[in-house]
């Protein structure tokens, strides 16, 4: 076919001005050898990948692909980024073609199975991210990564021993991360090979035996975390080797004997956590000296003597948590001349004795536990702290016992928003300064004698929203304007972004370093107002607190019918009205209340049929006991409820008053149990912020 003049030049034209698109698209392809391998990899995947078009070759655009095109002609795959991109199945093993791959990051999906061992082999492999996956297996033995830099395959289910002996042939190896899977036995003398390294992560497993000793060789350490593995023994003089370490966290293991004087050759050590091990002992001279550690927290040991902080030399100090030792008091006034320090922790040790003046010194002070430390003298402790003007979090539970509460009303606390004085004994009212604590968020004044009514002010803090003035002799009645807190009567609970939360420090899961505290926005808004002498109504004002998830006002003497308008608190997931003085019927618009799953009004005056439907299916018998003539049909017909077995409060109501409870309430307690690994350095680093809550998906 002839092709006219003008049909040429514009086939030229068409040509110009589609060149560059046309050779870009071929830049775009892809190696033909890499295509196979990525369109394998994709195949094997349970789910599709955002941005991947198998239909095309142009694979150098695909989502998270990088191509090596400093050559024209080879364009070979050599970054698979493919972190957080929701993905699920198993690999396959077509990935190991990708031969020229320098970083494979797959970390942070839904990925399960094998790792195809020929994957441990890639020659030019410099980073490679598997983590919070759910790989199984064990590390296989011919890992041969030369190249290697990052390793990190933390969060998954990898099991057997950690034998690195591919450290010998990976001379670059810097961050070594096995966090968070079930590694077992005793750690190899290889680590030591892996002379680069500088972050190695073990924390998280079932490893023992005693302080890896082969670490010492690694001249480079910077950041070393064997925390919650069941290492055991005591630690030696040999630690001070690691001369470079920056974070050294071994918690929640059994280590014992005495911490090593070793200090003062840790000279960049800012970060040490020994907390929940057995170790004891007074504290080392050159630990209590040390002008480096910004967080030291030695918490749930059984060391002794004096808690001798030198301050001059400890400059750096902002974390302090020495808290269930046996240290002996007095309280050291010394301490008061850190002035950075933010967080302190001293509670139950046998410290005795009053806080001392020159604690009003402590200007950075944010949180402050003395809880269960013998002190006396209530008076004197808040004029002094009230001092303190930064502190947003008191703890004071377990103290003064048989103390009467300070009526000052000068008092002022007005950047405090968690206040926590329960089990004390202390008698009085409740005191007129609280007024003045705007900023409430918690407030805790359980198992006390405090007696006298409530007040209504206690109704005008429009940040609380967890309230606890259970076991006192508190008379009267309910404070209407408790109906009216503010922050609960909005659904969705967004406490302050910026607010600091009380710093239980726990591991997020996933990340292994990300550590974060419990923040006061994960408390579920609480009242509990139970086992007081409150009478008069239930308010129908109740209501209006949508975003409530605990009511408990069980054991008083509370009179009239279960307004109709509880079923509004839309909230609510334990509703306690147990042994009380109630009357009438339950309203069977209760049944609305979708998220209730522990509910009693057991022990009342109640009748009529038991309403059924919604959670109601699922309450036992023992919810509706004791009352004057209540019968039900389904579920409840069984129910023997004319008679009156010994009453079974709920879990709320039975709260013995340890300390764990009494200082942290129930989500506390919950808290305390799973374990935190203290380890915030990174706390510090955001300064203590607190996201936004997540509104609550409900
Ligand atoms: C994939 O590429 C083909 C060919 O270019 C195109 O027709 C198709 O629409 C693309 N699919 C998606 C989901 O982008
Ligand atoms: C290589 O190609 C990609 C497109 O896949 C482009 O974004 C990148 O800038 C190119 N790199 C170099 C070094 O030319
Ligand atoms: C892997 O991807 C995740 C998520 O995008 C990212 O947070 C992480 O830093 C990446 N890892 C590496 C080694 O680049
Ligand atoms: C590792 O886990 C697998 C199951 O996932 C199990 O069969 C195997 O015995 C475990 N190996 C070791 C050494 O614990
Ligand atoms: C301490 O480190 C040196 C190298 O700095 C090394 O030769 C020595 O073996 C290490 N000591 C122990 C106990 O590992
Ligand atoms: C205290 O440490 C012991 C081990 O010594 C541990 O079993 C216990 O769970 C720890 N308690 C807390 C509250 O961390
Ligand atoms: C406290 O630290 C200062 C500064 O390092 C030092 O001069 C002093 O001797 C130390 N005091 C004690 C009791 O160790
Ligand atoms: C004290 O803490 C602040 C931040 O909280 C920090 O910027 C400052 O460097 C610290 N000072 C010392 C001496 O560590
Ligand atoms: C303070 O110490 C007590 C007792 O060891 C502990 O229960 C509490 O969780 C600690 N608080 C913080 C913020 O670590
Ligand atoms: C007290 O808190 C304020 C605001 O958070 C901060 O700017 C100030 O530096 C703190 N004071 C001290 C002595 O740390
Ligand atoms: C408590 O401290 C105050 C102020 O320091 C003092 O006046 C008072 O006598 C003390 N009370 C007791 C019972 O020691
Ligand atoms: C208070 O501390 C002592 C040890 O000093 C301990 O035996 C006791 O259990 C603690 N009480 C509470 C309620 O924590």
């Known amino acids: 076919m002839k092709m006219g003049f003008l049909h040429f030049f514009f086939f030229i034209i068409y040509m110009i001005s589609f060149k560059v698109p046309i050779l870009r698209c071929q830049d775009m392809a892809c190696h033909s050898n890499d295509l196979r391998a990525l369109t394998n990899f994709g195949n094997c995947l349970t789910s599709g990948i955002d941005g991947w078009n198998f239909s095309t070759s142009t694979c150098c655009t695909w989502a998270g692909v990088t191509c090596d095109n400093s050559t024209t002609s080879s364009n070979r795959v050599i970054g698979l980024e493919l972190g957080k991109k929701k993905i699920s199945g198993v690999l396959c093993e077509s990935l190991e073609d990708l031969d020229q791959l320098r970083i494979l990051n797959l970390s942070q999906n839904f990925l399960h199975g094998i790792v195809p061992p020929k994957l441990f082999q890639l020659q030019n492999l410099e980073a490679l991210d598997l983590n919070s996956n759910d790989f199984v297996g064990s590390l296989p033995g011919g890992i041969y990564l030369p190249s290697i830099k990052y390793f990190d395959i933390s969060f998954n289910s990898f099991n057997g021993s950690v034998d690195p002996t591919f450290c010998k042939t990976s001379p670059h190896l810097q961050v070594l991360d096995l966090a968070g899977n079930h590694f077992s036995g005793e750690v190899s003398t290889s680590f030591g090979r892996c002379s680069s390294l500088q972050h190695l992560f073990l924390n998280g497993n079932m490893l023992s035996g005693s302080f890896p000793y082969g670490l010492l060789q690694l001249q480079y350490l ?153 002190l006396a003298n209530i008076s004197a402790a808040l004029g002094i702290l009230q001092q303190c003007k930064n502190l947003t979090t008191l703890v004071l539970t377990r103290n003064f016992q048989d103390e009467q509460m300070p009526s000052d009303v000068n008092l002022q606390f007005k950047n405090l928003k968690v206040l926590i004085i329960a089990n004390c004994q202390l008698r009085g009212s409740i005191p007129l300064w609280l007024r003045g604590c705007k900023m409430l968020q918690l407030l805790d004044l359980s198992w006390n004698h405090l007696s006298g009514s409530i007040p209504l002010w206690i109704g005008n803090f429009s940040s609380l929203f967890y309230l606890d003035f259970s076991d006192n002799s508190f008379t009267g009645e309910i404070p209407i304007s408790l109906t009216g807190l503010q922050i609960l009567t909005d659904r969705r609970i967004l406490i302050d ?149 010994p009453p079974a409060p709920l879990p709320p109501a039975t709260r013995p008053p340890t300390e764990k409870m009494t200082i942290m309430g129930l989500q506390f307690g919950i808290g305390a149990a799973t374990g935190f690994a203290i380890t915030v350095i990174f706390c510090f680093m955001s300064g203590w912020v607190i996201p936004k809550p997540k509104a609550r998906q409900r």
């Open 497 to 645: 972004g910026n607010a600091p939360g009380i710093p239980l420090y726990k591991k997020t899961g996933k990340s292994s370093t990300s550590l974060q505290y419990n923040k006061i926005g994960s408390l579920p808004p609480t009242l509990d107002l139970s086992h007081n002498k409150l009478n008069g109504p239930i308010w129908p004002s109740f209501g209006n607190l949508k975003g409530l998830h605990f009511l408990n006002l069980s054991t008083n003497e509370l009179s009239g019918p279960i307004p109709d308008d509880l079923s509004r608190m839309s909230s609510l997931e334990i509703l306690d009205l147990s042994h009380n003085k109630l009357s009438g019927e339950i309203p069977s618009s209760l049944v609305k209340l979708s998220f209730l799953s522990k509910f009693s009004i057991a022990d009342n005056q109640l009748y009529g049929e038991i309403p059924t439907g919604g959670q109601f299916l699922t309450f036992p018998c023992s919810s509706f006991e004791g009352n004057n003539d209540l019968y039900g049909g389904g579920v409840f017909t069984s129910c023997q409820l004319a008679q009156r077995p």
């Open 222 to 374: 910077q950041v070393l975390h064997l925390q919650d593995n069941h290492f055991s023994g005591a630690l030696n003089d040999g630690i001070a080797n690691l001369s470079n370490l920056v974070e050294l966290d071994i918690s929640n293991n059994v280590f014992s004997g005495n911490l090593p004087d070793v200090f003062e050759r840790l000279r960049k050590l800012k970060f040490f956590s020994s907390n929940s091990n057995k170790f004891n002992g007074h504290l080392p001279n050159s630990l209590v000296n040390s002008p480096t550690l910004e967080i030291l927290n030695l918490r749930n040991n059984t060391m002794d003597g004096p808690i001798n902080i030198n301050c001059s030399a400890m400059i750096h100090l902002a974390f302090l948590d020495v808290g269930t030792n046996n240290f002996q008091g007095p309280i050291p006034e010394s301490i008061s001349s850190c002035q950075n320090l933010s967080v302190l922790n001293l509670s139950r040790n046998k410290l005795g004795g009053e806080v001392p003046y020159k604690f009003k010194n402590l200007q950075a002070l944010t949180y402050l536990s003395l809880s269960n430390t013998s």
